[in-house]
Every structure is written in C-alpha cells, then in structure tokens.
C-alpha cells in the first residue's frame, strides 16, 4: 500500500482516479485551491483519504501535504488555452512549486500532466510522431506550459536524482467522443496504469512518455511508456462505428486538432474563434 498525492484533485482526471487507486489499495492526499474544494470533491472517505486546500504555488502548504508520500501525480493546472499571464502563474510557476515541494518533502517520484499540445503541430502522419518521442512543437501557450513542465520534471530528475514521468495525455475521456479521439483516447483504467507505473518503475530519471490507450488507429508510439512498465490495454476501436456514426469527419492532420488551428486564438479558451493576427 502506498501514499500517493494528487493536485487537481477535484478535476476530471483525478476524480477518474480516486475510486480506481482506492480498489488497489492505495491511500490517497487530495490538494486542490480552496474554491475548488467542496461540492467538486465528492465522497471523500476519511479512512482513505485526506483533503488540503491549497494553490498550486504554495509551496509551503503543499510540502507539509506531500510528508511520507510515494508519489505525487501532479494534475492541478489551467487545462485549456488562458491568458499568458494566468498560464504562467498556474501551470508553470505552480509547476515547478510543486516540484519544489516534493523535493522538500523527500518525495522521490512524480507523475507530471504533460499534454499533446505541447507536441500539438507534429503532423499525424509523421516518423516524428509514429517513432520515440517527438521534440515540443507547442500550439498555444496553454502548450508551451506543458512544455515547460516537462523542462522542470527534467531539471528535478537531474539535479535532485528524482524519477520523474512527463506524461503528454492526449484525450482522457469515459469513452471516445469523436473521430480525433479513435485515435488519441485515454481511458480512465490505462490512466491508472499509468499512474501505477510511475508509482513502480525502476527505471530512474525523466521520462516523457505518451498518455495513450493501446488503440489500434494511435498514431504515436507505446515504446516510451512501455520502457517503464506502462502497458495500456483499452482501444477505442470498441467504440468506432457509434463515433464514425456519430461524426463521419476525417481526424486533424496535426496531433494537436483544434488547438492548433490558426482560428483558435492564442489566449482564448477553447471555442475562441476569431480570426488571429
Ligand atoms: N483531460 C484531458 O484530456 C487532458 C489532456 C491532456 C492533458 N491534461 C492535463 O491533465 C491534468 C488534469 O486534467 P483534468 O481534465 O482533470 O483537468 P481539470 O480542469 O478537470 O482539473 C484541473 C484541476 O486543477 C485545479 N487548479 C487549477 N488552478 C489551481 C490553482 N491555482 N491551485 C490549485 N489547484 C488548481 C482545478 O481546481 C481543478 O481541480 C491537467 O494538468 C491537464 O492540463 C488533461
């Protein structure tokens, strides 16, 4: 049993997680902002769990959080496009507050949210994508902070002799939502692999591996996440003619669909839709 701490707890993902890491046995802290926690953090089971309002850049408050634990997942972030000033005061700064509280806490392995958009204009079709692990090519700068996250897990691993997982999540969802998604779809059971490998690998230093289910239409390559133990078993190939019927549409020509499209403006959460300058 383990001591696993997640920022963005309330969010999407860890909410996915909580339940799943419970059932294997796990228990867990739950760190998010103080406005975020109440009515967004349901069922919290005292015997298992235990909560801590505090903003991602407090670093003070988020040290005494992680004390004795075997892994911090780290998923608290603005998780769409923002102003640049909002993205570097949540997701970077918070980032690399976060990282410096697990090292002030002697933690010794993190799992950092990356995302596809900090890949977002690697053509789908391209050896870049298909072989390894492509260098950022950042579409937003909601991109570009997950491309600096990925920059400090780095700079931990290295310095302070960290095992640290950079994770470029593509689409975490219950089920596939569209035709992009036959392609780059998390499920909630592989994103707790996932976390599980980070948890056990012995493997040690950074390592940027894709948040991907074994999919049959995936584009980029299992082999980065398989290096340290994360062997993803869902495929949204299941689900393909309730999508394809639903949506008959090609998917984007770029990893990062929508995001990188030059009607998506810089700055603007997703459905921003104005031409850019
Ligand atoms: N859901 C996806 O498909 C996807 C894809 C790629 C990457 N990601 C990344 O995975 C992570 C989790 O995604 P999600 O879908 O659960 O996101 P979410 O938006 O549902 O949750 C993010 C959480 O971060 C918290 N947060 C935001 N600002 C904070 C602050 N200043 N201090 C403390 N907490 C703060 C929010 O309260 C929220 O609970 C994010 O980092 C996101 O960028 C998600």
């Not at 349901?42 to 005494?64: K, N």
């Not at 995302?115 to 570009?144: C, I």
Request: charged share 20%; glycine share 10%.
């Amino acid at each position: 049993m383990a001591l696993i701490a997640l920022t963005g707890a309330s969010g999407r993902i860890a909410t996915a997680l909580r339940p799943r890491l419970r059932a294997a046995g796990h228990r867990l802290v739950l760190c998010d902002a103080p406005d975020a926690v109440g009515d967004a953090l349901r069922d919290v089971d005292p015997a298992t769990e235990r909560v801590v309002e505090a903003d991602l850049r407090d670093i003070d408050a988020h040290a005494s959080a992680f004390a004795g634990a075997d892994l911090v997942v780290h998923l608290g972030a603005h998780s769409d496009e923002r102003p640049w000033d909002e993205i570097l005061a949540v997701n970077i700064d918070g980032t690399r507050a976060v990282c410096e509280a697990a090292r002030l806490a002697g933690v010794g392995r993190m799992l950092l949210a990356s995302s596809v958009h900090a890949a977002g204009y690697v053509p789908v079709d391209s050896p870049r994508a298909r072989e390894g692990m492509p260098l950022p090519a950042p579409d937003t700068y909601y991109g570009v902070s997950k491309a600096a996250l990925e920059a400090i897990g780095g700079l931990y691993a290295g310095r302070f002799a960290m095992t640290v997982v950079s994770a470029r999540i593509m689409t975490f969802d219950d089920r596939p939502g569209g035709p992009r998604s036959l392609q780059s779809w998390l499920s909630p059971d592989d994103m707790t692999r996932l976390v599980l490998a980070a948890l056990t690998t012995g493997v040690p230093g950074h390592h940027v591996v894709w948040g991907v289910s074994r999919n049959t239409r995936r584009v980029v390559d299992l082999a980065p996440g398989l290096a340290i133990g994360f062997d993803p078993q869902d495929d949204a190939e299941a689900h393909a003619s309730e999508v394809e019927r639903r949506d008959p549409s090609r998917p984007p020509g770029v990893l990062g669909g929508s995001f990188a499209d030059t009607a998506y403006v810089l700055g603007e959460p997703h459905g921003g839709t104005r031409p850019g300058p």
